[in-house]
């Protein structure tokens, strides 16, 4: 058993991609953790004196149109941007997992109601929900992230109850229920360990898919208000600005490097489950 996970490690870190996307993502993650104690300066600190200054030592990736540190609004915005998105990917993941496995386990009228309820909300796009929650609750991220957590656990949801149900019919859950388990046992002992992995590559790429959103909808206005920095609100207030282009390079590079990094090792991922399979 050590031996075969040892070489499904050495098979997933075979290549140099996966290192160099891991260790961008932790780059990222680390910087952002400690903006307190990198940033140089205060992200909402305006200075209109200092406006548009380019590239130096005392501002390493210059300053937007009101004097601000792009370096320090990068770090802080990451926390914003991050941060949220793996509250709203945890969230959806646990409720979806959850609802998903006792779907499947349950089965009959339990399996139906909750499998027409995630066709109901799929049947809305993500868009249109958040219009709906922002115009009731206002303009905000929690108001997003709401309105995103409504449908982002359905996929966790199905894939669970569809992993659920073929290991519901495995030997060993099946003993199990004969020694008189009951189902939250069975479910908790039983089911969740053998279905993690092949949740794991799901979570890591909806972390990317999340973190794009949470960004396209602070770039529409919808999202994190100002003055407090987040990656897709920089790059909306770059957009007025297109001879400054460092107000949009730095926050559309981390957007970009954390959306490819999460994808590229959620398919390594998926790759590696199917190699153990084969």
Not at 185 to 204: A, D, Q
């Amino acid at each position: 058993m050590r031996q075969r996970k040892y070489d499904s490690l050495r098979w997933f870190f075979a290549k140099r991609s996966v290192w160099f996307c891991l260790f961008l993502l932790a780059v990222l993650v680390i910087f952002c953790l400690l903006a307190p104690v990198l940033a140089p300066y205060d992200p909402n600190k305006v200075d209109i004196t200092a406006k548009f200054k380019g590239i130096s030592l005392q501002h390493l990736m210059g300053t937007d149109y009101l004097g601000r540190d792009i370096f320090s609004r990068v770090l802080w915005g990451g926390r914003n941007t991050m941060g949220y998105a793996a509250f709203v990917t945890a969230i959806s993941a646990v409720i979806g997992t959850c609802l998903g496995m006792i779907s499947g386990y349950a089965g009959g009228y339990v399996d139906g109601v909750l499998m027409k309820a995630s066709d109901v909300l799929r049947a809305f796009p993500g868009i249109v929900l958040v219009l709906i929650v922002v115009s009731i609750r206002g303009v905000g991220i929690v108001s997003v992230c709401a309105a995103m957590l409504f449908t982002r656990w359905i996929w966790y949801a199905r894939m669970a109850r569809n992993l659920t149900r073929s290991e519901t019919a495995r030997t060993f859950v099946m003993a199990s229920r004969l020694a008189g388990s009951g189902w939250l046992k069975i479910l908790r002992r039983h089911i969740l360990p053998s279905i993690l992995p092949e949740m794991l590559p799901v979570l890591v790429i909806d972390f990317g898919s999340a973190l794009l959103a949470i960004s396209g909808y602070s770039f529409l206005g919808l999202g994190i208000l100002p003055p407090e920095a987040e990656w897709g609100m920089m790059i909306n207030d770059g957009r007025n600005y297109m001879e400054h282009p460092e107000m949009m390079l730095w926050p559309g590079l981390c957007v970009v490097a954390v959306v490819i990094s999460a994808n590229y090792l959620g398919d390594r991922f998926r790759d590696l489950l199917e190699e153990k399979r084969s």
